[in-house]
């Protein structure tokens, strides 16, 4: 599941996926404001989760023949981290 994180099946997904975290300001604000261990716990435990959560249900409808690629789940989980920090 780590290693899907880094995988991607179009070169478009991956730009798409680090360019939200180079370009965005978004994820440079949350590094900075929890430091790099943080960030990286953060990014490395929402990419587990979200490629956990599609291998769950695929096994438990046994149907062992799908995958799941890409980092969009860490993005979105940077983006979340993000968004609680700085709730009103």
Do not use: D
């Not at 440079?28 to 716990?41: I, K, M, P, Q």
């Not at 490395?44 to 490629?51: E, F, Q």
């Amino acid at each position: 599941m780590l290693g899907s994180m880094f995988s991607h099946q179009q070169v478009l997904h991956l730009a798409v996926n680090m360019g939200f975290l180079v370009f965005i300001p978004i994820a440079a604000s949350l590094h900075e404001e929890v430091g790099r261990g943080t960030f990286l716990a953060i990014y490395i435990a929402s990419g587990l989760l979200a490629s956990f959560a599609p291998f769950a249900y695929w096994t438990l409808r046994r149907q062992l023949t799908m995958t799941s690629l890409g980092a969009s789940g860490a993005v979105f989980g940077v983006l979340a981290a993000y968004c609680t920090m700085h709730t009103k």
